[in-house]
Nanobody, 125 residues
Framework: QVQLVESGGGLVQPGGSLRLSCVAS????????MGWFRRAPGKEREFVGV????????RYADSVKGRFTISRENAKNTVYLQMTSLKPEDTAVYYC??????????????????WGQGTQVTVSS
């Protein structure tokens, strides 16, 4: 059973930056496809990006492309989401998730098997 713990959220002004971390235990992040999702108030959970197992192919949602960067640090069993040029519409609870089905790069939340508890990101002046 993989356990995921996110951290790094907070309040930031528009145009600011934050880095979220997702630390895994009970499994190795490099052997799963690791996704980032977010849920804004009153909205469905939304795909943000994914890093695949092994070599780490990365894909992003159009809404964050060019502003957000996913990376992985195998030695710390951690996946990161670096967020820059933040906008008020980025306000959400951010979740990391692990997908055991590494043969497919999944964008739907229902495809992921393990989830963290989420960390709140608020972008406001």
């Amino acid at each position: 059973q993989v356990q995921l713990v996110e951290s790094g959220g907070g309040l930031v002004q528009p145009g600011g930056s934050l880095r979220l971390s997702c630390v895994a235990s009970g499994g190795t992040v490099s052997t799963y496809n690791m996704g980032w999702f977010r849920r804004a108030p009153g909205k469905e959970r939304e795909f943000v990006g994914v890093i695949t197992w092994g070599s780490g192919t990365i894909r992003y949602a159009d809404s964050v492309k060019g502003r957000f960067t996913i990376s992985r640090e195998n030695a710390k069993n951690t996946v990161y989401l670096q967020m820059t040029s933040l906008k008020p519409e980025d306000t959400a609870v951010y979740y990391c998730a692990a997908d055991r089905n590494i043969g497919i790069m999944a964008y739907a939340a229902m495809e992921y098997d393990y989830w963290g508890q989420g960390t709140q990101v608020t972008v406001s002046s």
